[in-house]
């Protein structure tokens, strides 16, 4: 939801920003822009695009310009259309103040009418170019000083960074609800949304919180709250390498990120057994109630979630939609958890409906992969996914690494709530430790499910069906189809078709059955010879040697067996391998698909 980048240091700072901004763009991507104090005469040259990074680049390809300090934005637009006007950065009527902004100014109409009394001209529809000509209105020779002055007329979300020619050896940058880290460097600092954007130059960060307001210059960083009191802060290292923001040989980051899919299982199963959460789960002991809370993908897998924590920790599960959990009468009491799912940790409904649940008295805990998110800081307890940064906007390895987090929570809760033996925990511990090596021989099928997406790529509708732990897979087969190949799919629970959905089927309707060798196989059959009798084309994720379901099937991709509970964890992997072929076939742009973002900032 736009990406923000600034630098101040000895490096002309255009190819600094142009580089951040290439990392930031799966969080926007409709217009782009640059602002940079010229080394020549000390004024501020803006310069935006509509498009992409790279007609942005192409705009300033063979342009000497050079300066500094600067900022950089890629916008996913809320207020007003994607024009050069609306992109970002903003500068000021007398040209002083340019500033980047990520997140809404809810109070802006307000702002706006009260600058535009004063004379204030506004060139944009946008709520961010209130806070410019603020800074203009209220600057008193003190950058520091006249930010957090602004910072406190200002209602909402935002990330904001600022630059100004009266002060040019400083960058100024604010946080209160969207995401904001300083990258620390040798005589040059940086701001990004987020750290991959200047993983290139440094593993040190300070991960800023709401409220607070940083004073950057090229040797130096002070953090302050939004009374002008100092805070201090503890730098964050990451070990990552620069190559998990690659693309690393494959054609696309979805495509590198369902092929690393081994690895992060693996690293996700490792991560949970070395930082486990004594307290957490000793929390657990006394819980009657849990709501998991989340967002798209990450909804899905709060609902495979449901099924391990019911079986094994025997708590009573509700999973809900973060957007609508927030504004529905819940109940809540000491005995009550909140479970918040995201993989960015910024997703704003889930960030604010877990806070307000935290205010009414819920434990709250967080499960998250971004490291030092909002949602991790904002949780009693976190747990982490261990994916590394993911970058298609499409969720792939995050989704299986919540799944095997949220399966090994369910067995430490039940181990602790005793209610399961040692014995089942230690049966479903084993076999999950062969899941990395099914899954790897899943993605050695992908010429195989090409030449089912070639077959069917032209369809206009999909339908996905699951019945009871696989039930959320064919949501989330469905929702990966529709985001990344604009083709209408839905999912369903396969028991339910006949009482109306059945209608939908003829011959001309690809119907994706999830149907493993579990205990629920011989009521899946029955439901997909349903839609055979109807005509529909059945394509089957089933389990080797499950010769049966070939007399059904137009198509079959074979999954390696495994227990009962864990094929959620297998079964999807077919669908975002499915997806991602149907979707490149079609020339869709996987990484980036129209309308969307990575991070959901705003409500
Ligand atoms: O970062 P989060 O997990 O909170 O994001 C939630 C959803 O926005 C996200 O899963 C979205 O649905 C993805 N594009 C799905 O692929």
Redesign the pocket.
């Known amino acids: 939801m736009c990406g923000i980048i600034g630098y101040i240091g000895k490096r002309n700072a255009v190819p600094v920003l142009l580089y951040g901004l290439q990392r930031l763009e799966y969080r926007g991507y409709d217009s782009a822009g640059i602002a940079v104090v010229d080394n020549e005469n000390g004024k501020i040259l803006i310069e935006k695009q509509v498009g992409k990074i790279k007609d942005l680049q192409e705009h300033l390809w063979g342009r000497n310009i050079n300066g500094h300090l600067g900022l950089g934005h890629t916008r996913w637009a809320t207020h007003g259309s994607p024009t050069v006007e609306n992109a970002h950065p903003h500068i000021s009527q007398g040209g002083k103040f340019a500033i980047v902004h990520n997140g809404i100014i809810e109070n802006y109409m307000e702002l706006k009418k009260y600058l535009q009394e004063k004379g204030y001209k506004f060139k944009s529809e946008t709520d961010t170019e209130v806070i410019a000509h603020l800074l203009e209105d209220e600057y008193n020779g003190n950058l520091l000083d006249t930010a957090l002055k602004v910072a406190k007329k200002l209602e909402g979300a935002y990330a904001v960074g600022i630059i100004s020619t009266e002060e040019p050896d400083k960058i100024i940058a604010i946080k209160k609800g969207s995401p904001l880290i300083i990258g620390l460097g040798k005589e040059e600092n940086f701001i990004a949304s987020d750290i991959p954007a200047v993983l290139e130059y440094t593993k040190d960060f300070i991960v800023l919180e709401d409220g607070e307001v940083a004073l950057i210059t090229e040797d130096n960083v002070e953090v302050y709250n939004l009374e002008g009191q100092k805070v201090q802060k503890k730098p964050l290292h990451v070990t990552w390498d620069v190559s998990v923001a690659e693309k690393g040989g494959y054609k696309h980051f979805m495509q590198k990120e369902i092929h690393e899919q081994p690895r992060t299982i693996g690293d996700t199963l490792a991560g949970f057994s070395s930082s486990k959460n004594e307290e957490l789960f000793d929390m657990l002991k006394d819980i009657n109630r849990l709501y998991i809370i989340?967002?798209?993908?990450?909804?899905h897998a709060g609902l495979v979630g449901k099924f391990w924590i019911e079986k094994f920790a025997r708590i009573p599960v509700e999973v809900d939609y973060a957007s609508e959990y927030r504004y529905r009468d819940r109940i809540i009491d000491e005995k009550t958890a909140v479970l918040g799912?995201?993989?960015?940790?910024?997703?704003a409904d889930?960030r604010f409906a877990l806070l307000d649940a935290k205010k009414e008295g819920a434990k709250t805990i967080g499960l998250v992969n971004v490291v030092g998110s909002s949602l991790s800081r904002e949780s009693d307890y976190v747990l982490y996914t261990y994916c590394g940064p993911e970058i298609g906007?499409?969720?792939?390895k995050?989704f299986t690494a919540q799944l095997v987090t949220l399966l090994l929570f369910a067995l430490e809760a039940g181990l602790k709530r005793e209610t399961i033996s040692k014995e089942e925990y230690d049966k479903i511990h084993e076999a999950l430790l062969h899941i990395p090596s099914k899954v790897e021989e899943i993605l050695k099928k992908d010429d195989e499910i090409k030449d089912i997406a070639y077959k069917y790529m032209n369809a206009t509708d999909f339908l996905f069906l699951g019945r009871n732990i696989n039930y959320p897979i064919a949501l989330e087969g469905a929702?990966?189809l529709k985001?990344i190949s604009y083709i209408h799919a839905e999912g369903y629970p396969a028991g339910e078709m006949k009482h109306g959905p059945i209608a939908l089927i003829d011959e001309k309707l690809p119907v994706v059955s999830v149907i493993p060798k579990d205990r629920f196989y011989e009521k899946m059959f029955s439901n997909v010879q349903e839609v055979k009798a109807r005509k529909g084309k059945v394509i089957s994720v089933a389990t080797q040697d499950d010769e049966k379901i070939k007399e059904l099937s137009e198509d079959v991709i074979y999954i390696p067996q495994t227990e009962d509970i864990l094929y959620p964890i297998l079964t999807v992997i077919p669908l975002q391998m499915l997806s991602y072929h149907i979707a490149t076939l079609l020339g869709k742009d996987v990484d980036q698909p129209r309308n969307?973002a990575?991070?959901?900032t705003v409500e």
Do not use: M, N, R
């Not at 799912?341 to 997703?347: H, L, N, P, R, Y």
């Open positions: 989340a967002c798209g993908t990450s909804f799912i995201s993989q960015s940790g910024e997703t889930t906007v499409a969720a792939t995050t929702l990966k985001e969307l990575k991070t959901v």
